[in-house]
């Protein structure tokens, strides 16, 4: 009979890394937008998580946003203006850069960030009861891994 062990690495086997990172980061993107719809950030819908993703707008140019995202800057600026209409941030020009143009979060920009680092840091706990202290901190250390390399450029 296999161990819990052996019939895990046989499940992982016919798992694609891709699938294995996408799966877990979607459920996070929906979660986070159902909980900032639930305390009032009712706009925001799961698109936009292209423009609010860590490490978020505030400060950065659009074509900067736009490769984070990899985006066109056409689609970035269509996300960029309906969080604008709805009061989440501002574009400006940058004096005496030719035109260029940055992005600043309004405070109703701010406080959607901050609550979306509460509902992480909600998430990090559950995950971190689900697998236990020791294999959460090496899921973590193994992505960061991960993030540091030339694996993720």
Do not use: C
């Not at 936009?48 to 860590?54: D, I, N």
């Not at 946003?65 to 604008?84: D, H, P, T, W, Y």
């Not at 992005?103 to 680092?117: D, Q, Y």
């Not at 909600?122 to 030339?150: N, Y």
Request: no cysteine.
């Amino acid at each position: 009979m296999p161990t819990s062990t052996e019939v895990l690495q046989t499940k992982t086997e016919n798992l694609l890394i891709g699938a294995l990172l996408r799966v877990p980061a979607q459920a996070i993107q929906r979660r986070l937008i159902r909980e900032l719809n639930a305390a009032g950030f009712d706009e925001l819908r799961l698109p936009h998580m292209a423009v609010l993703q860590f490490p978020g707008p505030d400060g950065a140019r659009p074509g900067t946003i736009a490769e984070r995202a990899g985006m066109s800057k056409q689609a970035i600026n269509q996300l960029l203006s309906s969080l604008e209409g709805y009061g989440y941030l501002v574009r400006s020009d940058i004096p005496g850069d030719g035109g260029a143009r940055v992005v600043r979060s309004t405070e109703r920009g701010h406080a959607a960030f901050w609550k979306m680092v509460d509902i992480l840091h909600d998430i990090e706990e559950e995950w971190r009861t689900e697998l236990g202290q020791e294999r959460f901190a090496q899921l973590k250390a193994l992505l960061f891994v991960v993030w540091e390399s030339p694996l993720v450029r």
